[in-house]
């Protein structure tokens, strides 16, 4: 089991990493931000928790990630010098679509 700290460090670095790859093979079709990753605590599994905008390409760009994982795998084999590589799940971040819509509401009220 990591330590607490070797783990964090562990999901910046991935974080940076996933973000990297998103750029390169994502483009302009969407804009997706890198939120957060959680790992557990063995470093096995990692939740990659993106946002993308529009809110409509979410579907797309989630199936493109998939159809992406070989090269994902690889990409990340090549940047990370760890004995294993983690399973690596993309979850929407709910947490970012709740924080826009309340921001929304916040704003028309505001007016």
């Keep these: 089991m ?14 940076n990493i996933v973000s990297s790859f998103i ?22 599994r990692a939740k990659i928790f993106i946002s993308i905008f529009p809110e409509e390409k979410e579907k797309e760009i ?3 990630l998939k159809k992406k994982s070989r090269e994902f795998h690889n990409y990340i084999k090549s940047q990370l010098r760890t004995k294993f590589l983690p399973i690596v799940f993309f979850e929407i971040d709910r947490a ?16």
């Design 96 to 111: 970012a679509k709740i924080e826009r819509k309340i921001e929304e509401i916040l704003g028309h009220v505001a007016k």
């Design 23 to 44: 750029r390169t093979e994502i483009g302009t079709r969407a804009i997706v931000t890198v939120m957060r990753v959680e790992t557990t605590g063995d470093l096995q």
């Design 62 to 64: 989630l199936e493109l």
């Design 2 to 15: 990591a330590s607490l700290r070797k783990q964090e460090r562990f999901n910046a670095l991935l974080r």
